[in-house]
Structures are given as C-alpha cells and as structure tokens.
C-alpha cells in the first residue's frame, strides 16, 4: 500500500493510476465484431464486456471472485435532526450484516459475491459539519486508508456499499460544493417535511462553515468516514486494475470527491444502478454514467449495485462464452 498519511500522499496516489490495457480492449471490440449476433443487438451488454475485458487486460474474460465491501460510519450532522432513524441503527446495521440478515447479504450471496463489512469508530461520530470540517486530516485518511486496505487484490471486481444514519445529508453537501447547485438533498430514509428543511438548512450551513472546494478537501469537511473508505476503495481497486460497480446516492458522492481531484479517475467504474434519492441521477449524469439498473431502490449497502453484478455476469458470458459466426457455421451478414 503506498503511503496514505495526508492528503498530498493520496494526490501522489491518485496522480499515478493505469489505465485501461487498450490490447486487451481492442481484442475484446474484435471478438465482440464475431459473435454470432447482429451487430449491437446485445446493446449496453456488449460494451460492458468490452469496459470489463479492457480493465482486465483480457479480450475473452470471466467473472470469478467479485467482492462487496460495506464501510460504516456515525455522523455528527445527525445532531441536526437530518435522519428518521436514530444513529444506534448504523451499528445495529452491522450486527445484522454480519449476522447474515440484511439485503445485502441475500443480494451478495445471490451474485456468488464475497461480502466484508468493515465498521469504522462508529462510537466516535464524525464532528457536526455545520459547525466546521466533519474530520481532521488524519481522520480523513485513516478511513482513505482502511478502504484501500479493505480490498482483496485477487478480486476481480468490486462493489461499494454503506452504511451511515444521516449520511444522505453528507452525500448532499458534498455534491452541493462539488457541484454547485441547490435541491441536493432527498427524503434518505424517509424524513418528513420538517426533516427535510432541516436538510437543506444543515448542507446550506455545512457549505458556510466549510469553504474548501477540492474533492478530497470536500471529502474531509463534508463527508464521513464511510465516504472516505469507498473513496479509498475505489482508488484501491484502479490502482490493481479492478472494476468497480457503484451503488447509490452515498456512494456516487464519494465517487465525486475522487472525480473532482481528476476526471478519469472513475474510468474503471460503472453505475449500478439510479436511486430513488432524487438527486442521485444529477451526480451520475456530472460523472457521465448511465445507470444500469433502476429499480426505485434507495437502500444503499451496496444493494443496487450488488444486483448489478447479475447484468456483468450476463455481459461476460455472451461475450466470453458465444460462439463466433465461422465457429458456428452461421453465415455473416
Ligand atoms: O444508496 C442510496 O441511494 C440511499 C438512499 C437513501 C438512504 N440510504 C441509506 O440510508 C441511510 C442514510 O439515510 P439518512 O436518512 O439517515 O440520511 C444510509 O445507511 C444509507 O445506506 C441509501
Ligand atoms: C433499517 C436500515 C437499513 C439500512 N441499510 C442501509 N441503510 C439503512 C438504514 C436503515 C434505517
């Protein structure tokens, strides 16, 4: 792991990535011309293949060990009355993770996905962002750096999920100073009118009492532990050329932080899925991503996107398992 001790370390980081292997893609394009199809009638799934086989280096590749990580985090905005539930539900959360009961553990399962959760000082919320920056330097990249240590390097893709009361109220005030704009914050769990308020007035204030504007500076006055860690995650796996499917509204945000340090750096990743957190679809259209699913899900915990290993998993193997038109025998159009 290189060093993740300050923010310039994790610019040095972010500033070394690879990029796709453009050998590996164009023998995916070639084999993809081959198959025994009409040009484009598998639609999203053919340039799927191609994105996964490109980031793989391989022109022909297989989906084995696909990993979920949940990171879960406390924070201290909650004071504010952001949330219908109480904070103690985020480590209730992980007791019911762990103990196989939520969705995320059904949908895990269901993909054949490896599923780690990783609870980050849940009994030490993160400080009230309306007041001043929500952590410390050190904070911000102790949880970087927790994400980037969760994953597994033999995994060959990755889904990030969270869990975090209030945190649809960070993930707004982040897109808020990233993207500017108002209307960014939602019903999350299911807030009433006067919740909502309380939303809007809470990011308003976070944006006054914090002025940075760089994505990993937003990351650490806005943004919470568990942001930080997919954050880490994500760049952990462009790092070892893993592809990374992105869950909701949380965790495009956090996706945001790195995209505003540089706009490629999501180019291994793709959009699960589109939450019914409204704001969601105006992060992945910034980010220039099309959802693969939309459900009307906005649950978080990696759900949407665990389901949307299942869509990969169809991609790869047509691609990777169809005969082409001369092995076939089947005339060329
Ligand atoms: O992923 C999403 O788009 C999403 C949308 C709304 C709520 N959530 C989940 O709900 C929690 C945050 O909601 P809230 O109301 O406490 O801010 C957190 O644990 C998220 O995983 C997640
Ligand atoms: C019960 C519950 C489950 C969740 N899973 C992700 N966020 C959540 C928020 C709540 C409140």
Redesign the pocket.
């Known amino acids: 792991m290189p060093d993740l001790s300050t923010l310039a370390d994790i610019r040095t980081a972010l500033a070394q990535m690879p990029g796709p292997d453009a050998t590996a893609q164009a023998a995916a394009q070639d084999r993809n011309g081959q198959l025994t199809k009409p040009p484009g009638a598998l639609g999203r799934l053919e340039d799927l293949a191609i994105w996964y086989g490109a980031w793989r280096g391989d022109g022909r590749p297989r989906l084995t060990k696909p990993q979920v990580v949940i990171f879960a985090g406390n924070h201290g905005v909650a004071a504010q009355g ?4 109480p904070s103690e539900v985020t480590a209730q959360m992980v007791a019911n993770f762990r103990a196989g009961g939520a969705a995320i553990n059904q949908l895990s399962e269901l993909a054949g996905a490896r599923l780690d959760v990783h609870a980050l000082d849940l009994e030490t919320p993160t400080a009230d962002f309306t007041q001043g920056p929500a952590m410390s330097e050190a904070e911000v990249c102790a949880a970087f750096a927790a994400g980037w240590e969760a994953v597994d390097p033999s995994t060959d893709l990755l889904v990030t999920g ?8 960070s993930a707004a005030a982040v897109a808020a100073a990233l993207l500017g704009g108002d209307a960014w914050v939602g019903r ?2 299911g ?1 009433d009118d006067g919740g909502l308020a309380r939303k809007a007035a809470a990011v308003s204030a976070g944006l006054a009492a914090n002025t940075e504007r760089s994505g990993l500076g937003v990351l650490q006055a806005l943004g919470g532990r568990e942001l930080a860690a997919m954050a880490g995650a994500i760049a952990c796996a462009r790092a070892q050329r893993i592809p990374v499917i992105l ?5 495009s945000a956090a996706a945001l932080c790195l995209w505003a340090e540089d706009p490629q750096a999501l180019d291994h990743c793709v959009a699960g899925h589109l ?1 019914a ?1 409204g704001a ?1 679809g105006r992060i992945l259209e910034a980010l220039g991503k099309e959802p693969l699913l939309s459900l009307g899900l ?4 990696g759900s949407g996107a665990a389901l949307a290993i299942q869509v990969l998993r169809g991609a790869l193997a047509c691609h990777s398992g169809m005969a082409t038109f001369a092995e076939a025998g089947v005339t060329d159009g």
Do not use: K, P, Q, Y
Request: glycine letters at 14%.
């Open positions: 952001v949330s219908a539930f969270e869990m975090g009361i209030a945190n649809t109220t999350g769990t807030v869950d909701g509204f949380i965790c939450s957190e969601h906005r649950l978080g915990e």
